[in-house]
Nanobody, 125 residues
Framework: QVQLVESGGGLVQPGGSLRLSCTSS????????IGWFRQAPGKEREGVSC????????TYIDSVKGRFTISRDKVKNTVYLQMNSLKPEDPAIYYC??????????????????WGQGPQVTVSS
């Protein structure tokens, strides 16, 4: 089973930055689409950003546009989510997920095949 492993969560002050990483030791992230989702307590899991691995095109939800950047490093087999200017509404568990058999990004949780474990991102002064 493909495993996605995330890292980079933690505590940061408002306005600060964090970079999340998503990688796999069993699967080469050369195709498909990788999405970053987040889930805050009592809320639905929402798609934050997505990247088409082969073409590199990206999508973002409006609330993170201009602050978050998704990217991939094929040599390191890793997808990143750079989060800048973090706000009090950003704290959540952040998950990466993969659509293995299609390069199309999707905001829908059920359309992703595999998920990481989800690091916690906390924004607090």
């Amino acid at each position: 089973q493909v495993q996605l492993v995330e890292s980079g969560g933690g505590l940061v002050q408002p306005g600060g930055s964090l970079r999340l990483s998503c990688t796999s030791s069993e699967f080469t992230l050369n195709d498909g689409a990788i999405g970053w989702f987040r889930q805050a307590p009592g809320k639905e899991r929402e798609g934050v950003s997505c990247i088409r691995v082969s073409g590199g095109s990206t999508t973002y939800i409006d609330s993170v546009k201009g602050r978050f950047t998704i990217s991939r490093d094929k040599v390191k087999n890793t997808v990143y989510l750079q989060m800048n200017s973090l706000k009090p509404e950003d704290p959540a568990i952040y998950y990466c997920a993969i659509r293995q058999f299609t390069p199309l990004c999707s905001p829908y949780v059920e359309q992703y095949d595999m998920w990481g474990q989800g690091p916690q991102v906390t924004v607090s002064s």
